[in-house]
Structure formats: structure tokens, C-alpha cells
């Protein structure tokens, strides 16, 4: 239970963003049911153990913006970071119709083990790099499956996510990419960007500081070429929607 839950690229650089990656990793650590979930390798494979290709988008966004990035190396079906510590769904015993094993049975001291060796370590990381310079501004990076629980297609290539007590750099972002023809953009799609006790709501919300939520559907950044290609896109796109938002 040594291992650092996280990794912190480019620290000292000097830019105002900070880039997050919430579910950047599917790595199961040796001391939950000896590294193993229960379920099989494809499964952990797919967006319900991590967020495809995040992390790599991530931490190029984060160089492009010469600013800081924070990814979490735990998988989701461990804890989810995401979550708030009270949020139900903190530990997932089901997901888009995968059974998680080593789940089903976890307690209360089993769900505090993990809090205190992985989830709040994280946060605590996070709340550091956030306070580093007053006018931070929060860039959270997700990607979404291009179709969930066997419904339609999602049609959108981004998405990005807001709550309705901040939308102000979202709305601008939302804004610019759509100047775009070829590009399909989610509003506030394919789910709603709020979720109290979520990360953007502790830690961007919570303490009055500008943010956005970014989603890129992961078959368009399955590899480091395309992340990189879509890192090189929006990253003008977010400077120039924080210099001209209200």
C-alpha cells in the first residue's frame, strides 16, 4: 500500500490550467483481492474499468497549455475518484451489465481502506496543485464509449460538461467548437456535468474557481498519435474561451 495513487506531471509549470484525469488507469493494486476484480481482462479493458484514452489527451493538453496535470493510477471499479465519499456509486458492483466480483461483498471497512488509501490521497493532490496560484482554472479530462448499454450511437465526437451554477468557460468552449461543421458537440452531452461531491463540484465549484469538463468519445483517441492531434486542437480553443468568457 506504498505505491503514490497518482501522478503529477510538469508541477512547476507556470500556466493557469489544471488538467485532471480522474479515471486515467484500469490498475488494480495488489492489496484489493490481489490485484484482481473478479472480472475478465477484456472487461477491464473497456471504459468501465478507465477512461480510454484520457490520460494521454491529458497530459498533452496539459504541455500544449504549459500547466500542470494530475491523473489518478487506480481504476474506477477500485473507488471511483469521481465520486463524493457519500455518492453510492463509489464502488460499483455493477456496470453497463459486468458484474464486479470483488465488489459485491466489500464492507464499510473495506470501502474506508480504500478512501484512505487511494481516493483521498488523490484528492488532497489535487486540491494542492489547485491552490498553487489563486486564479486556477480547472480542466477535467473523461472520454465516453461510443455506445452504452447497448442503446443508440452517441453521435458526438466531444462533449462538454458544465454545472448550471457555473457555465460561463463551458458555454464559450461549447461555443467555439461548434464553429466547427464536421464536428458533433455535446452540450452538456452524453450526460449531465454535475453530480454533487463529484471532483469539479469539490474542487472547482466548492471554491469559486473557473472550469470545464472535456469528453472526447474514445475511439477517436485510441492512440498516442490522435491524442495528441486532438490535444493540439483544443487547447487554442480553451485559451481563447478563457480569455473571452464573462
Not at 30 to 48: C, T
Not at 118 to 145: G, K, M, N
Not at 200 to 222: K, M
Request: glycine share 6%; hydrophobic share 40%; proline share 8%.
Amino acid at each position: 500500500m506504498t505505491q503514490t495513487p497518482f501522478h503529477i506531471l510538469g508541477a512547476a509549470r507556470p500556466g493557469r490550467w489544471l488538467i485532471t484525469c480522474d479515471h486515467a488507469t484500469n490498475r488494480v493494486p495488489e492489496w484489493v483481492n490481489d490485484g484482481d476484480l473478479g472480472i475478465a481482462p477484456a472487461d477491464m479493458a473497456r471504459h468501465i474499468a478507465y477512461d480510454v484514452g484520457a490520460a494521454g489527451l491529458a497530459a498533452a493538453l496539459a504541455e500544449h497549455l504549459d500547466s500542470p496535470c494530475i491523473l489518478s493510477d487506480f481504476s474506477r471499479l477500485v473507488i471511483d475518484p469521481n465520486r463524493g465519499e457519500d455518492d453510492p456509486t463509489l464502488l460499483m458492483k455493477l456496470y453497463d451489465g459486468t458484474i464486479i466480483p470483488a465488489n459485491r461483498h466489500a464492507d464499510a471497512a473495506e470501502t474506508e481502506r480504500r478512501l484512505t488509501a487511494l481516493h483521498r490521497p488523490y484528492h488532497q493532490a489535487l486540491e494542492r496543485l489547485a491552490s498553487r496560484r489563486p486564479d486556477t482554472v480547472i480542466c477535467a479530462v473523461h472520454s465516453f464509449t461510443p455506445c452504452l448499454r447497448g442503446r443508440a450511437p452517441r453521435p458526438w465526437q466531444v462533449g462538454v460538461l458544465y454545472s448550471p451554477r457555473d457555465d460561463r468557460l463551458s458555454r464559450r468552449i461549447i461555443e467555439l467548437l461548434s464553429a466547427d461543421p464536421a464536428l458533433c458537440v455535446g452540450d452538456n452531452e452524453p450526460y449531465s456535468g454535475h453530480l454533487p461531491g463529484d471532483s469539479i463540484d469539490r474542487h472547482a465549484l466548492a471554491q469559486g474557481r473557473h472550469n470545464t469538463l472535456i469528453e472526447l468519445r474514445n475511439d477517436l483517441i485510441a492512440n498516442a498519435s490522435d491524442q495528441h492531434a486532438w490535444a493540439a486542437r483544443l487547447a487554442p480553443i480553451l485559451e481563447r474561451a478563457l480569455s473571452t468568457s464573462p
